[in-house]
């Protein structure tokens, strides 16, 4: 059972977008910032975003991500204009202060049909 | 340019010990606010954490795992090495080293882990616990 709650899956048509969710409580995401991650079948994982929605040199701007206040205790990952080569597996991920560790949430399986 | 390289077992028996080694180049495990760690996969299943080890020594061992795992580190090779004692099937999983960045506080002057993310991964190393 992952500290942070995501959706198992989900899917959207190619050049549409989607939100993947990641819930967590006032110890991790309400008190720190979250990253994303993208990882491929069979490949190791990807820093997707960071410091909520901050992106890595090459990670293009049709990823972007959100929280909806200072205090909240979830983050969102939009991606738009689909493609088919975003098919992958999605983790957000945060620190938490009481636990003193780092925190994954358990994947979001994401389908480009 | 930054990589990392996990090495170590593909297989291991049940009760037996796990040791793997991350091998890292294009940073120093002695810079600050920079930190080596290992997650793990296991099949079918989600990302989790299992250690870290920072810049000035000091560790962080998730709770689901503390009484098992240890990581040390040896920066005159630059590299970070995992134990995992009682391995037993549960444990089979694809282990990855990762590079984890901390966040400089101006208010405080510390280097913290609230804005803490993992820039560099491995490729990973399936290891798998069976008899």
């Known amino acids: 059972q992952s500290v942070l709650t995501q959706p198992p899956s989900m899917s959207a048509a190619p050049g549409q977008k989607v939100t993947i969710s990641c819930s967590g409580n006032?110890?991790?995401?309400?008190?720190?910032?979250v990253s994303w991650y993208q990882q491929f079948p069979e490949t190791a994982p990807k820093l997707l975003l960071y410091d909520i929605n901050k992106r890595p040199s090459g990670i293009p701007d049709r990823f972007s991500g959100s929280k909806s206040g200072a205090s909240a205790t979830s983050a969102t990952l939009d991606i738009t204009g689909l493609q088919t080569g975003d098919e992958a597996d999605y983790y957000c991920?945060?620190?938490?202060?009481?636990?003193?560790?780092?925190?994954f949430g358990g994947g979001t399986r994401l389908t480009v049909l | 340019q930054i990589t990392l390289k996990e090495s170590g077992p593909a297989l291991v028996k049940p009760t037996q010990t796990l040791t793997l080694t991350c091998t890292f180049s294009g940073f120093s495990l002695t810079s600050r606010g920079v930190g080596v760690g290992w997650i793990r996969r296991p099949p079918g299943k989600a990302l989790e954490w299992l250690a870290i080890i920072y810049w000035d020594g000091d560790k962080r061992y998730s709770p689901s795992f503390k009484p098992r795992v240890t990581a040390v580190k040896d920066t005159s090779r630059d590299e970070v090495v995992l134990t995992m004692t009682e391995m037993g099937p549960v444990d089979t999983a694809t282990y990855y080293c990762a590079r984890w960045r901390q966040y400089f506080d101006l208010m405080s002057g510390n280097y913290t882990n609230k804005e803490g993310r993992w820039d560099y991964w491995g490729q990973g190393i399936l290891v798998t616990a069976s008899s």
């Open positions: 006032a110890s991790n995401i309400g008190t720190n910032y």
């Open positions: 991920a945060s620190w938490d202060s009481s636990l003193d560790g780092v925190v």
